[in-house]
C-alpha cells in the first residue's frame, strides 16, 4: 500500500538478508508489490490496481500533481522495458506470485524519512498535502483509499505523495470520505497531543502504524480540555458516540449514494475543507523554546572569533572535499547545515529535540535549500519496526554509506559524557557513514561545556586529550586538516576516510 514505507524498505532495498527482490513490505497492498533493480524502483500493478492507477494517471489533477513534484514522478513501462525486467527469474517470479498487469517506475526519493522521525511541522504539512490532493482529485472523480502520513516522504523540506495505489475511481454519487477517521488518527489527534500535552511524534507513531484513538486521548484529556473547541468535535464527541453506538453495527461502513451526483461531490469539498481547517488549527506555532533552542545565539562557549573560525574551517572543508551528500549530526537550528545546502549539498540534518529540528524545516522551506532536518539521536537511532521489524527499517541502514561527508560538530562530547559512548564506537560509526569526509569538533574535558555534562564525574574522562582523539581516528580516517580555537579546549578536524582493507 504504501511506497517508502508498507511498500518498500526505506532506502529502497531488500532488508539485510533477505530476497533482494522480494520487497519485504509489500504484502500490505493487493494491488501491487514494489521491487528495485538496478539501482532503480519499480512496483506492479494487478489489474485490479491498474483500473484505479489509470484513473488517478489520465486525470487532469493527475498529471497536474505529478509534473509539479508533489506526487512521485511516475512512468508507464514500455512493452519492451517490461520484457526485459521480466526476463529477470526473481521479477518474473514476483510478478507472476501477484498476477501483474504492467510494469511502472517510480522516482526515488533521495533519503525515505517516517512519521515518527519528523517535528510536529513536517506532519502537518503533510497533512495538507494529503487534504489538497484529496480536494483536487473530486473533479475528476478520483478519491484516495487512505489518508495516513506513511503515503508520504519528504524530498528535502517538500512533502511527496509516493502511494500510486491509494487512489481509486470514485462512485459520483457517493458523498462519503472513507479515509477520514484514519486521518484523524494519524494526523490531527497526534497534533492534537503534541500541542496540547506536549508529547512528541515518536512516543506517539512509533509503535501506533494508525496512529491515535479518540478515546486515548480523551483519557488524557481534564474535564475542561474535553468540552473545549480542539477536543469536543476531534475527541469528546466521537468517544462519547462510540460508547452509544454498538460494535457490531456495521452500517456506518455502507456506501451511501445520493440521487445528485454534485450534492455528493459538495458534501465531499465541505468535509475535506472542514478537516483542513481542523488541521490548520492545529498548526504548530513558531518560537517555540526549549533546552537547545537558544544554542546557537549564547548558550555556547564561542565569541565571534571563535565561532567565525568555526565557519571559515567547514566552508573550506565543504569547498575541498565537493561532497554531494552530507549528514549534519546533532545539527541544532542548522547553521552549518545551511552552510553546506548552500554549497550546492544534499543534506540531511538530524536532531533529538524536535524544536530546533521544527525551526531547521522552517527556515530551509523559507529559503528553498536542499535539507531534510529529522528528529534522530544518533546514539538511540530509530530501529526497524513493523511486521518481523522488517517494514520500516532503521535509521543506520538508510544512513550507512550514504553520504559523502559527515559533520559532528560540538556533539561527539555529548555522545561520551550524556550516553556514554566509547569514543572508538564513535569513531567506528561515523566510518560506517561517510565513504570519504568527516568533520568533527574534538573538545577537551576542561571545556566549561564538557564539565557542564559530567557534572562532577570528570575523573572518567581524564585521560581524553587531542593526542588519544587522533589515534582513535587513525585507524579509520587520515587527518587531512585541524585547527585548534586559540584560547580554547576546541579543535576542529577534517578527516578522509581510509579505504577498507
Not at 517490461?82 to 511502472?104: H, K, M, N, W
Not at 548552500?342 to 527556515?363: H, K, L, N
Request: charged share 25%; proline share 6%; net charge neutral.
Amino acid at each position: 500500500m504504501i511506497l517508502g514505507a508498507a511498500g518498500l524498505p526505506s532506502d529502497g532495498t531488500a532488508a539485510a538478508g533477505a530476497d533482494p527482490m522480494a520487497i519485504f513490505a509489500s504484502f500490505r497492498d493487493p494491488a501491487g508489490c514494489v521491487f528495485t533493480h538496478d539501482g532503480r524502483l519499480y512496483r506492479i500493478v494487478t489489474p485490479a490496481g491498474m483500473a484505479d492507477l489509470n484513473s488517478f494517471l489520465q486525470s487532469g489533477a493527475g498529471r497536474k500533481w505529478i509534473e509539479s513534484g508533489r506526487v512521485v514522478r511516475t512512468a508507464m513501462l514500455a512493452e519492451d522495458s517490461s520484457a526485459g525486467l521480466l526476463r529477470v527469474p526473481e521479477i518474473r517470479r514476483l510478478y507472476d506470485a501477484i498476477g501483474g498487469q504492467a510494469i511502472v517506475e517510480h522516482e526515488r526519493i533521495p533519503f525515505p524519512s517516517f512519521p515518527y522521525e519528523w517535528a510536529p511541522e513536517m506532519l502537518h504539512a503533510a497533512g495538507m498535502l494529503t487534504l489538497d490532493l484529496a480536494r483536487d482529485l473530486l473533479r475528476d472523480d478520483v478519491g484516495l483509499k487512505d489518508g495516513t502520513p506513511y503515503n508520504v516522504l519528504f524530498r528535502g523540506t517538500e512533502p511527496v505523495f509516493i502511494d500510486l495505489l491509494s487512489f481509486e475511481r470514485r462512485d459520483p454519487a457517493d458523498p462519503t470520505w472513507v479515509p477520514y477517521g484514519q486521518f484523524v488518527r494519524t494526523f490531527l489527534l497526534p497534533l492534537l497531543a503534541n500541542l496540547r500535552f506536549g508529547l512528541p511524534l515518536d512516543q506517539l507513531l512509533f509503535t501506533r502504524r494508525d496512529g491515535l484513538e479518540p478515546e486515548e486521548v480523551y483519557r488524557w484529556a481534564s474535564a475542561l480540555q474535553r468540552i473545549s473547541p480542539g477536543f469536543l468535535s476531534l475527541v469528546s464527541l466521537p468517544t462519547w458516540l462510540a460508547s452509544r453506538h454498538s460494535q457490531d453495527d456495521a452500517s456506518i461502513y455502507r456506501k451511501k449514494r445520493l440521487a445528485n451526483p454534485e450534492k455528493a461531490r459538495f458534501i465531499l469539498e465541505t468535509l475535506i475543507n472542514s478537516t483542513r481547517r481542523s488541521l490548520d488549527r492545529l498548526r504548530p506555532k513558531a518560537g517555540k523554546t526549549s533546552v537547545w533552542s537558544d544554542y546557537m545565539e549564547s548558550n555556547n562557549n564561542y565569541t565571534s572569533a571563535h565561532f567565525a573560525a568555526k565557519k571559515g574551517f567547514v566552508e573550506e572543508a565543504l569547498a575541498t572535499a565537493r561532497c554531494r551528500n552530507v549528514l549534519d549530526v546533532g545539527c541544532n537550528t542548522g547553521f552549518f547545515s545551511s552552510l553546506a545546502a548552500r554549497a550546492g549539498a544534499s543534506v540531511v540534518a538530524i536532531d533529538y529535540d524536535p524544536v530546533v529540528v521544527g525551526e531547521v524545516w522552517r527556515q530551509s522551506r523559507a529559503e528553498k535549500l536542499d535539507i531534510l532536518p529529522l528528529v534522530v539521536n544518533l546514539t538511540r537511532p530509530t530501529p526497524g519496526t513493523g511486521w518481523l521489524n522488517r517494514e520500516w527499517s532503521g535509521f543506520l541502514d538508510r544512513a550507512r554509506g550514504r553520504f559523502d561527508m559527515v559533520f559532528m560538530l560540538a556533539v561527539i562530547h555529548h555522545m561520551l559524557v550524556t550516553e556514554r559512548v566509547p569514543l572508538r564506537d564513535i569513531i567506528q560509526l561515523a566510518s560506517e557513514l561517510t565513504t570519504d569526509a568527516l568533520v568533527v569538533e574534538f573538545i577537551a574535558p576542561d571545556d566549561s561545556m564538557f564539565r557542564r555534562l559530567t557534572r562532577g564525574r570528570d575523573e572518567l574522562h581524564k585521560d581524553l586529550t587531542p593526542a588519544l582523539f587522533e589515534e582513535t581516528c587513525r585507524p579509520y580516517f587520515e587527518i587531512a586538516r585541524t585547527q585548534h580555537l586559540e584560547n580554547t579546549s576546541r579543535w576542529l578536524y577534517l578527516l578522509r576516510r581510509k579505504p577498507a582493507k
